[in-house]
């Protein structure tokens, strides 16, 4: 992705009029883990995929609680997105000490895109590598924003960033008409759902993705890993009446073979 000398400095401008170092940030947030958020009207559900460096370590955590009604999921480089977390963190906290108030979700996404467009206009600064999907609600109901390192920000309905995110947002493309009027249990299913979509094959488990949600009369909090495993159940498990139609096909296989009698006997261990 080497773009000569234009892609040297934040700060310098290609004859195309792109700047290749926000550019690289953002397909920084392309690499990381993927994560997903939707909301309702009355719920906001952030999910995102558990990725471990190797077999020998823990999954880094990418969904913070900023305040009891705002939680942030990220992907990208996991350091700047725990600065920015921490940043959103204190001034929610600035907030409710001046005003005695809780701070709005659209006010902290300003605040915190104002934060990351002064990264692409000093040459000494670096811009954020990370995306953040910030869930809320306050007054005017429940918001999901996406924050991109450029500055932007935009509010959706449903979006997932990160690794493989594009088989989620089909995902959810197909489904969000429906979200608005979702239930609770119905959003997280549609997150578990879209997690699955990143996995390309991998066996969906509870340990492999964290859901957190928050809503009306209900603090932003992490599902625990037995209550994603009922869900995970829910779409993932076999059917009694086809195990025993596969049970019956077996036994129905293997009744031939009995009836050979005498003359299978004769064959060598290696050719049954």
């Known amino acids: 992705m080497f773009r000569n000398q234009y892609d040297t400095d934040v700060t310098t401008w290609s ?25 309702s009207r009355s719920h906001v559900v952030l999910a995102c995929v558990n990725k471990a460096q190797s077999e020998l370590s823990s999954h880094q955590r990418k969904i913070f609680k900023v305040d009891d009604h705002i939680g942030v999921a ?38 915190l895109a104002d934060k990351a467009q002064v990264c692409t206009q000093w040459s000494w600064k670096r811009p954020y590598g990370v995306g953040l999907l910030v869930g809320g609600l306050d007054e005017s109901g429940a918001h999901l924003y996406y924050n991109c390192p450029s500055g932007n920000y935009f509010e959706y309905q449903a979006f997932a960033i990160g690794s493989r995110s594009q088989a989620a947002k089909t995902y959810l493309e197909r489904r969000f008409e429906n979200f608005k009027e979702s239930s609770r249990e119905e959003l997280i299913k549609d997150a578990i759902l879209a997690i699955r979509e990143t996995l390309q094959g991998e066996t969906l488990k509870s340990s ?20 994603i495993q009922k869900v ?31 003359g299978d006997q004769d064959l060598a261990p290696m050719e049954m």
């Not at 492999?208 to 209550?227: A, I, K, R, W």
């Open 15 to 39: 004859p195309t009029g792109r700047l290749f170092q926000v550019e690289y940030a953002m397909e920084a947030v392309k690499q990381g883990s993927a994560a997903i958020g939707l909301r």
């Open 74 to 111: 990220i992907a990208g480089l996991t350091a700047d997105g725990r600065v920015l977390s921490r940043y959103m963190r204190s001034e929610s906290i600035n907030h409710s000490f001046t005003y005695e108030s809780p701070l709005p979700v659209g006010r902290l996404v300003v605040r």
């Open 208 to 227: 492999l993705c964290t859901v957190s949600v928050l809503g009306v009369d209900e603090p932003f909090h992490f599902l625990d890993q037995e209550s």
């Open 232 to 262: 995970i159940d829910t779409f993932e498990k076999v059917p009694e009446d086809e195990e025993d139609n596969a049970g019956e096909a077996e036994i129905g296989a293997v009744a031939p073979a009995e009836q050979g009698g005498s």
